[in-house]
């Protein structure tokens, strides 16, 4: 038998704004604390500098984590222009310096024209990727760089907000796009497209998959909540543990098939193909039961669990 978890066991996402200046793991910590959740993860690092939306799931919806890391995200974002970093940020070396004040808004708007639609972008040596099992910011401490192959993106939209001239110049801009986008690097990108170097000097994701600014609740906040109303007001704040997966296909069965899919067998569901085809994902549900977790539809008209949300097991 596994150690039991220290701690309150719920389930549910809640939609913190991480605070600038701590990671997002500490984040978690401190959130995870004030619950006194016995199983919580984020979705999404932001780094230390960037604010904003960071989905926290606890329990069950753990699960189903994946499927926010795997969906589109917007940010706003002040690229400093004139000035480049070892970090393609605001926290990183400068390593060069340059005169941006000949630099117009047209000039920036239309080199950002570069970056919008299906792009291919090489990530930064500060981030999260491994290198032989090591990430990549680890080997940048170390001083060391490594080659690292350019992957796809979409940028689906990218506005240049407002631009302040000068020798060092700034563009707030606001940048819809998928999963794996580095802002950082489409900051130095920036820079470099317009010979003056470019970095990171704010950072803010407005949004997460379905999860918006307008959603979440700073630390501070979450803080006041759990002195005023202990848990119970906390708990309140909670969404679904299926909240992340609303884009997805939803299907009911029966009770019956419900037994049998949560106990992780292949269930039979006749209108399967008129929600998707063979592959592809879908939320399911009973009426007795709610949200029972998410299949995939095989070749045979069956839909088989990939993720049972066991709460719910009969």
Sequence with gaps: MGRQRKGRSINGILIVNKPKGITSNSTLQRVKRLFN????????????????????????????????????????????????????????EVTARCDASAICETQVDSALDKFRGDIMQVPPMVSALKYQGKPLYKLAREGREVERSPRAVSIYSMQLLEFRSGHVAEADVAVHCSKGTYIRSIADDLGQALACGGHVKHLHRSMAGPFKDEDSVTVEELEDLAS??????????????????????????????????????AVFYPQVYQV???????????????????????????????????INAL
């Design 37 to 92: 959740a016995a199983k919580a993860g984020h979705t999404g690092i932001l780094d230390p500098l960037a604010t904003g939306v960071l989905p926290v799931c606890f329990g069950e919806a753990t699960k189903f984590s994946q499927f926010i890391l795997d969906s589109d995200k917007a940010y706003f974002t002040t690229i400093q222009l004139g000035v480049s970093t070892s970090t393609y940020d605001c926290e990183g």
């Design 228 to 265: 005023d109303g202990g848990f119970e007001a906390l708990d309140s704040l909670l969404m679904p543990a299926d909240a992340g997966l609303q884009t997805l296909p939803s299907v009911a069965v029966d009770d019956n098939s419900a037994h049998y899919f949560l106990h992780g067998q």
């Design 276 to 310: 998707g085809e063979q592959g592809d994902k879908v939320r399911v549900s009973c009426l007795a039961h709610g949200f029972l977790g998410v299949a995939e539809i095989t070749d045979d008209g069956r839909i088989a669990p990939r993720r049972v949300f066991a």
